[in-house]
Nanobody
Framework: QVQLVESGGGSVQAGGSLRLSCAASGYTESRYYMGWFRQAPGKGREGVAAIYSGGGRTDYADSVKGRFTISQDNAKKTVDLQMNSLKPEDTAMYYC?????????????????WGQGTQVTVSS
């Protein structure tokens, strides 16, 4: 019954910006992590950013620090990812995820539910 729906992906030139959004439904936990992961063709799924509902802690991959910002509305169970100064290396399918009992926020194994993904393409 739990569903996550991503939106906001698209194509942009290097240096541009995109804002991704994720809406979760059917999830009733009061304390949880929501995160963004990405996967490029032929590559593994990489943790990009995560945020904790219990205190607002955020975590970022080194490759996106200073460029991406994650935010959350706990009541609505939504999470956004503002992506600025995009690079061609950011091109990937981006996935939203939700998990409880998370210890390592950017590790894929912590998460229980996943969206279907939204494509981000950055051209030079």
């Amino acid at each position: 019954q739990v569903q996550l729906v991503e939106s906001g992906g698209g194509s942009v030139q290097a240096g541009g910006s995109l804002r991704l959004s994720c809406a979760a439904s059917g999830y009733t936990e009061s304390r949880y992590y929501m995160g963004w992961f990405r996967q490029a063709p032929g590559k593994g799924r990489e943790g990009v950013a995560a945020i904790y509902s219990g205190g607002g802690r955020t975590d970022y991959a080194d490759s996106v620090k200073g460029r991406f910002t994650i935010s959350q509305d706990n009541a609505k169970k939504t999470v956004d990812l503002q992506m600025n100064s995009l690079k061609p290396e950011d091109t990937a399918m981006y996935y939203c995820a939700v998990g409880r009992g998370v210890v390592v926020p950017l590790a894929r194994y912590n998460y229980n539910y996943w969206g279907q993904g939204t494509q981000v393409t950055v051209s030079s």
